[in-house]
């Protein structure tokens, strides 16, 4: 008995293998479709995860650029040169030029006296190199500071120039920035007094006293502890 295919068989494979290929035909192209619409979709979530990492929703640090970053470190590290020779306990006080220049000099000189019996003080502006050195010279007022730091000292940021209590000592919990606008602080708002507009500097020393008692406090002490359980103004 043979077992060869007969002309028959071959003609019903045959219809089956080209009914097959035209199904194939027409789902093939919708298999393209929809992986296209697949790669888009993948490609629109890549897209939009990188623009959010990249924004303040992750990091107040959205885009810092490189030549900032760079003259950030070289200042940091001569800051902290300068910081190493501070007595233990000693809080570094870190005021905004802008707010001392809306007062009188006589007044501004003999608070800058009062605080620096008991504070290290340093000078952070976000102002240009040029015009706050300009204030500084018409104040009269540099002696009482041990630093003197610009915005060109500052990290520039896409929201703008930003203050970090790194730059100034390797104890984060020694150091009070005052100024009334709380923007350059994003990456420190615990270690922040933030002024309403118009506060007169003549009762800084005082409240401050009451505060943190004094400059020369424990090792121990927290500022920010002491920020948070108190209210300032």
């Avoid at 027409?26 to 979530?45: M, S």
């Avoid at 000189?109 to 018409?138: C, G, H, R, Y």
């Avoid at 970090?164 to 606008?181: G, M, Q, R, T």
Wanted: net charge positive.
């Amino acid at each position: 008995m043979s077992v060869l295919p007969s002309a028959a068989s071959y003609a019903f494979i045959g219809a089956c293998t080209g009914r097959a290929s035209a199904k194939l035909r027409k789902v093939v192209p919708l298999l393209e479709r929809i992986v296209r619409v697949f790669t888009t979709f993948i490609a629109a979530i890549l897209l939009w995860f990188t623009q959010l990492t990249s924004s303040n929703v992750f990091s107040p640090l959205c885009r810092v650029e490189s030549n900032s970053a760079y003259r950030y470190l070289r200042q940091r590290q001569r800051n902290l040169e300068s910081a190493a020779r501070l007595a233990p306990g000693t809080i570094t006080l870190v005021l905004e030029i802008k707010h001392l220049s809306k007062t009188n000099i006589q007044t501004v000189t003999e608070v800058l006296a009062q605080l620096s019996q008991n504070f290290d003080l340093v000078l952070w502006t976000i102002l240009p190199k040029a015009q706050a050195e300009e204030i500084i010279a018409k104040l009269g007022i540099e002696k009482y500071f041990r630093l003197v730091l610009t915005r060109e000292d500052s990290l520039e940021d896409c929201e703008g120039p930003l203050k970090d209590y790194s730059a100034l000592a390797d104890e984060p919990h020694k150091v009070i920035f005052i100024d009334e606008d709380a923007a350059p602080y994003v990456l420190n708002p615990g270690n922040l007094i933030q002024l309403p507009a118009g506060y007169p500097i003549e009762k800084l020393p005082g409240r401050l006293q009451d505060l943190v008692q004094g400059g020369q406090a424990s090792p121990s002490v927290d500022v920010r502890r002491l920020l948070a359980n108190k209210k300032f103004v």
